[in-house]
């Protein structure tokens, strides 16, 4: 990419939170990256739950072209309803937008970040190296083909594709091989968090959180979800202390449990690569 958007602005949206100041980090520190390498005219953020509004960072927008990057899991509830909505992307039908004119500005709704397909190499890169940066008890570090691997999700009932883009990683990896097993778990759906002690016959597992924020899901309430006392886990999140300790024995098994891959530096080539292919459609 060299010069070909400078002309244009880049919008990342993501979801924010009101009680977690680290949900929005990810978006910024991209959009920060983004705009020291000046590949875009400007780069904004927006948020569903924070300041700047995505109805308000569109307005404020200048350039002639705008490209809006979700930077969400899934094609889900808010990539599909919540941000067309706010953005005012519905076309007549009940459709989504994905190029619209309006006025002298051309506004170009990209495909979220979660499901491309540069994301398994991230997913499967994150498991090695918590396994080989916190080795088990006697330096043991386990071969793939002995770990079962789980990608975690949130998983709702407002919207059967959140749950895909979970799945659809899990038929990649297992495609690439080396693992004993991988599996899908969510929060909220089947199967649970706490079900990866059943159904990994491996004595080790690691669980990589599929979310683009490390927020209150993925630093308190899945290590809680896989046996870590909610008492402990809040305590160390007071102290800044990891809330989980890799790997920690649960249920006779060895688990790693890695961060969210949201704030991988590898994230810019994913938001480009949806902007490359917005472009072109």
């Known amino acids: 990419m060299t010069d070909e958007f400078a002309d244009a602005a880049l919008l990342l949206v993501g979801h924010g939170s009101t009680v977690n100041a680290d949900s929005a980090l990810p ?127 949130h998983g709702t009932g407002n919207n059967e594709n959140s749950r895909k883009a979970i799945e659809n990683q899990v038929e990649q990896i297992r495609a690439v091989g080396g693992y004993a097993d991988v599996h899908p778990l969510f929060m909220e759906e089947e199967p649970r968090i706490e079900e990866c002690y059943r159904l990994a016959q491996t004595e080790d597992l690691v669980v990589v959180p599929f979310f683009v924020s490390d927020g209150l899901h993925s630093y308190e309430d899945i290590p809680v979800m896989l046996g870590e006392p909610e008492a402990t886990v809040q305590a160390r999140f007071r102290s800044g202390t990891p809330t989980w300790l890799n790997p920690t024995r649960q249920r006779d098994k060895w688990v790693w449990y890695t961060p969210g891959i949201g704030r991988d530096p590898r994230m810019l080539d994913v938001i480009l690569e949806r902007v490359r292919e917005a472009a072109s459609s």
């Open 27 to 153: 978006t910024r520190q991209h959009a920060a990256e983004l705009r020291r390498q000046g590949l875009f005219g400007e780069v904004k953020t927006a948020f569903w739950k924070e300041h700047p509004t995505l109805a308000g960072a569109l307005r404020q927008t200048l350039a002639h072209r705008v490209f809006v990057v979700p930077l969400f899991i899934s094609e889900g509830y808010f990539t599909e309803e919540v941000i067309p909505r706010e953005l005012g992307l519905r076309n007549a039908s009940g459709g989504v937008d994905r190029r619209q004119q309006r006025g002298g500005q051309l506004i170009h709704y990209c495909d979220p970040v979660g499901t491309h397909a540069l994301m398994t190499n991230l997913l499967v890169e994150r498991a090695a190296g918590v396994v080989s940066q916190f080795p088990a008890p006697g330096g043991r570090i386990p071969p793939r083909s002995e770990i079962t691997l789980f990608v975690a999700g």
